[in-house]
């Protein structure tokens, strides 16, 4: 598969095969990809939580549901949740974000994720990134320090969705060449 079909094959999933459990040498690639990573100055400020204990993970998962929204129900149906949890930059990505004004942890977590989500779907398997959950139960759960932040929890398994023709702007209202339009 060349990338552009990887990066068009891929969908948020929110319907799993609760049954099918993710291979350990998937989780391990997907792992190493994330690793690899690029971030700002080399700072790698993440840390993974990889939870696939199906006790825990139903744990993990009653924390990212909200019986009064009504959203997120089907991350109990995922036999894996991986938390990214920030850690601190590197003394050259803090100064810089400081004079700049940007959050390059945040940044580095986003592309961290991006990387996840497109090795799962490299290996088959199906991914959506949560940022609704209960961050002060999962980390009591996961044994997080209060000082760290936990900031998505991407579920992942074998899709049984099917897959969805991707809505996006067309390339002319967000793409200008030398100068903002």
Request: with cysteine; net charge positive; proline share 4%.
């Amino acid at each position: 598969m060349d990338f552009l079909d990887l990066v068009s094959s891929r969908q948020s999933v929110r319907a799993f095969d609760p049954e099918r459990i993710v291979e350990k040498e998937k989780l391990e690639r997907i792992i190493e990809i994330a690793r690899l990573s690029p971030s700002a100055c080399n700072a790698q400020p993440w840390s993974f939580v990889v939870v696939d204990e199906p006790e825990l993970k139903n744990k993990v998962a009653d924390a990212t549901s909200s019986r009064v929204l009504g959203m997120n129900h089907f991350t109990k149906q995922a036999p894996v949740h991986l938390l990214l949890v920030e850690e601190k930059v590197n003394l050259s990505s803090g100064i810089g974000g400081w004079i700049k004004k940007k959050d390059y942890a945040q940044l580095d977590l986003g592309i961290v994720a991006a990387h996840i989500v497109l090795a799962a779907q490299e290996e088959g398997l199906g991914t959506c990134i949560v940022g609704w959950f209960d961050e002060e139960k999962v980390k009591g759960l996961l044994n997080i320090p209060s000082s760290k932040r936990v900031w998505l929890d991407i579920v992942m398994g074998y899709s049984t969705q099917p897959l969805r023709k991707k809505s996006r702007k067309p390339i002319e209202k967000i793409v200008s060449y030398n100068s903002y339009k």
